[in-house]
């Protein structure tokens, strides 16, 4: 198997797991651009969303529930969904995923998204987003 997101849907490789549910899996990026950045993928491999008609609507309810989840427990004012489909598109995984950015009033809309925030602790982060 040599799709990333397949290997984490296996087990093969780690990933700060957030939420799953029996058609989807969510976790945290390991190169966020703010703080509680997350993917929410498929656990079938689809390769983007236009390669398959039904895998978007399949995760929505784990989009959902990962958006909801991010929001409550930190404290996000918004949140942007985000998904590159093709090479074109800045897609660098070709496994279906999604991107919640968890947004910060404090933080400035979407354009300042453009630059990734290296001073993340994803293991904090995680403790609390996955507690219970």
């Known amino acids: 198997m040599t799709c990333l997101f397949c290997r984490i849907v296996a087990g093969e490789i780690p990933a700060k ?3 799953a549910d029996d058609v989807a899996l ?4 390991i190169n966020p651009w703010h703080r509680g950045h997350t993917l929410v993928i498929p656990r079938r491999h ?4 236009v ?3 039904a895998a978007l609507a399949e995760i929505a309810p784990a989009i959902q529930a990962t958006a909801e989840l991010l929001i409550g427990r930190l ?3 918004g949140i942007n969904l985000l998904s590159n489909n093709g090479a074109a598109a800045g897609q660098e995984v070709f496994h279906l995923h999604v991107h919640l950015i968890p947004r910060f009033a404090a933080t400035g809309g979407f354009a300042a998204m453009a630059a990734p ?3 993340i602790d994803l293991d904090e982060v995680y403790q609390q987003i996955s507690r219970s």
Do not use: I, K
């Not at 689809?46 to 969303?49: A, E, F, L, P």
């Open 46 to 49: 689809v390769t983007d969303v």
């Open 26 to 29: 969510a976790f945290l990026d």
């Open 117 to 119: 925030d290296s001073d």
């Open 51 to 53: 390669s398959d008609q």
């Open 75 to 77: 404290g996000a004012d």
């Open 17 to 19: 797991q957030v939420y």
